[in-house]
Structures are given as C-alpha cells and as structure tokens.
C-alpha cells in the first residue's frame, strides 16, 4: 500500500510540475546543491599535480574573484558564515528540501545566479567543455592571469622556450639565443616582462597555451588542450 501511494502521488505531482517551469528550475538547483538518492553531482576537485601548481592557483586572480561571488551567493541562501563550496552535497532529503525553500523565496535573476555557481563548481577542468565555453565568452586570460613562477618552473623545454622568446621578443632575439639554455631563454622572457636589463616591457603577454582558442608551439601534437579545441571548433565556429 505504501508503494501505492507513493508511486501516484509521485504521478500526479509530476505530471503538475510540468506547467510550473520556475520551479522546476529551483528544484533542479536544489537537487545539484544538495543531492538526492537519484542525483550525484560531483564538484571539480581541482587536483593540483605538485605543490608548485597548487601555490599558482592558490595564489590566482581568477579564484579570488569567484570565491568572493561565492559567498554572495551563499548568503543568498542563509549561508553568509560559510566559506565552501556549494555544489554536491551527500542527498540528505531534509537538506534538499531547504535548499528548495530557500530558492522559491528568491527572485529568479539570484536563482541564476545560484544556478551560475553550481555549474561553474561541477566543470570539468581539461575538458571540452571548457574550451567551448572559453572560446564562446571570448574569455580574455590575461585579464585573470600572467606569467607567475610556477609557470616559469614548469617552463622546461629550450625549444618551447625559444619559440615563446620570438612571440614575446621577436624572431632576432630569439634567434640570437636559440642555443642558449632553457634558464637562460626564461631569464630573458622574463626580462621582457618585467623591461629590465635594457629589455623594452611587453605587457599582457600569454602564451598560445593560454589563450582562447589555445594553439600548439610545435607539430608534434599530444597538446591535449588545442586537440579538445580542434575536436569541438566546427560546433561553435561557423566557417
């Protein structure tokens, strides 16, 4: 009798829920937020390699900014003394439930704005999606992100470096070091940089591997960043 009753109420709810698209939206939210025994939604754990790309993204402009509209939006849902993240909660029913009540209660442009930080918690970092997403906001990387110590750690290839000496101070210079070490070549990218030692500064200067849409500095692929983009390009790109 109980599977009765709950598999017709579930009927005629759901089937009234359709004429109610608003709060079908809220609850949508909720179930990401909170969880059900049916939704598992999982945030991007942000697994730094080392401790160097740790440090870098600890230490980013980009992170800073969304954390600080994070806790907007948790005081939103009477949360103004919590500091985490919001997406991906363990399915609690009661949990869920709040959650809902807390979105019917907002006006449907801070709904989005709760419904704009759960997504960006669940992208998928390295993936498809953020090349796609990148590239159709024209997101401008130098606005969130320069050239920082970890990248210059991890900078280890003299040919890559080479390459990225003649974007940054054109193609004599870097021919003039193309047999330079790696360290040397980075002393000088850095250089033009920072216009030190009789270097004339460049400002905002990205990589390929940084920009959008983000370009290889060799032929011999395995750059997995410009494959996804290569992979999604004609989706988004009309020729």
Same mark, same amino acid.
């Not at 004429?19 to 059900?36: F, W, Y």
């Not at 009661?94 to 801070?110: C, E, I, P």
């Not at 033009?192 to 500095?217: C, D, H, I, Q």
């Given at each position: 009798?109980?599977?009765?009753?709950?598999?017709? =109420?579930?009927?005629?709810?759901?089937?009234?829920?359709?004429?109610?698209?608003?709060?079908? $939206?809220?609850?949508?939210?909720?179930?990401?937020?909170?969880?059900?025994?049916?939704?598992?939604?999982?945030?991007?754990?942000?697994?730094? /390699?080392?401790?160097?790309?740790?440090?870098?993204?600890?230490?980013?402009? /980009? @992170?800073?900014?969304?954390? @600080?509209?994070? =806790?907007?939006?948790?005081?939103?849902?009477?949360?103004?003394? @919590?500091?985490?993240?919001?997406?991906?909660?363990?399915?609690?029913?009661?949990?869920?439930?709040?959650?809902?009540?807390?979105?019917?209660?907002?006006?449907?442009?801070?709904?989005?704005?709760? $419904?704009?930080?759960?997504?960006?918690?669940?992208?998928?970092?390295?993936?498809?999606?953020?090349?796609?997403?990148?590239?159709?906001?024209?997101?401008?990387?130098?606005?969130?992100?320069?050239?920082?110590?970890?990248?210059?750690?991890?900078? =280890?290839?003299?040919?890559? /470096?080479?390459?990225?000496?003649?974007?940054?101070?054109?193609?004599?210079?870097?021919? %003039?070091?193309?047999?330079?070490?790696?360290?040397?070549?980075?002393?000088?990218?850095?250089?033009?940089?920072?216009?030190?030692? %009789?270097?004339?500064?460049?400002?905002?200067?990205?990589?390929?591997?940084?920009?959008?849409?983000?370009?290889?500095?060799?032929?011999?692929?395995?750059? =997995?960043?410009?494959?996804?983009?290569?992979?999604?390009?004609?989706?988004?790109?009309? @020729?």
């Amino acid at each position: 009798m109980q599977n009765y009753v709950d598999l017709h =109420r579930h009927a005629a709810v759901r089937c009234r829920f359709l004429d109610h698209p608003a709060i079908a $939206l809220r609850l949508m939210v909720a179930h990401a937020i909170a969880g059900s025994s049916l939704w598992q939604v999982r945030r991007e754990p942000q697994r730094a /390699a080392n401790e160097t790309v740790a440090a870098s993204l600890a230490a980013s402009k /980009a @992170e800073a900014a969304f954390a @600080e509209k994070r =806790r907007e939006v948790l005081a939103l849902l009477g949360q103004s003394d @919590e500091d985490g993240p919001l997406a991906g909660g363990n399915g609690d029913a009661f949990a869920l439930a709040n959650v809902f009540a807390r979105l019917l209660a907002l006006s449907d442009d801070d709904v989005l704005r709760v $419904l704009a930080i759960v997504m960006a918690e669940t992208l998928e970092a390295g993936s498809a999606v953020i090349e796609a997403l990148g590239n159709h906001l024209s997101v401008d990387m130098a606005a969130f992100w320069q050239p920082d110590d970890g990248f210059f750690e991890l900078l =280890r290839g003299r040919d890559i /470096a080479n390459l990225m000496l003649a974007d940054i101070g054109g193609k004599p210079v870097a021919d %003039g070091n193309v047999s330079e070490k790696v360290k040397t070549q980075k002393k000088i990218i850095r250089d033009f940089l920072a216009g030190e030692n %009789g270097r004339e500064k460049v400002e905002t200067w990205l990589p390929r591997w940084m920009k959008f849409p983000a370009e290889s500095y060799t032929n011999r692929g395995g750059f =997995r960043t410009a494959d996804h983009w290569a992979k999604v390009r004609h989706l988004f790109v009309s @020729e």
